[in-house]
């Protein structure tokens, strides 16, 4: 049986899987420095422009588990508000 949280995450990983090779070489052109990371903002652009939505509460438990761990708010606006794409990707299984 599989747990619900679970099913959740393997249907958010579905969703990223169908788009993600667009959405990687969206993020790796917004990341000058090459440090595997980009604005929480970049991120949820480049997912919209490559059509892979995903809803507010699934980019928070991203931001939670692969965001940069010195923000503490939710502003995906905010300089400071960072995500680790290149984590996300490889613990995902998407790259």
């Not at 788009?19 to 919209?48: C, N, P």
């Amino acid at each position: 049986m599989i747990v619900k949280k679970d099913k959740n995450e393997s249907d958010l990983g579905q969703r990223l899987r169908t788009s993600w090779r667009k959405v990687y070489r969206t993020l790796i052109r917004a990341d000058d420095a090459r440090s595997g990371f980009v604005r929480m903002q970049e991120f949820i652009d480049s997912l919209h422009h490559n059509k892979c939505f995903i809803s507010r509460e699934e980019i928070l438990k991203l931001q939670k588990k692969y965001g940069n761990n010195n923000y503490m708010g939710s502003d995906p606006n905010d300089k400071m508000n960072q995500i680790n794409y290149e984590l996300l990707s490889k613990d995902m299984g998407l790259h």
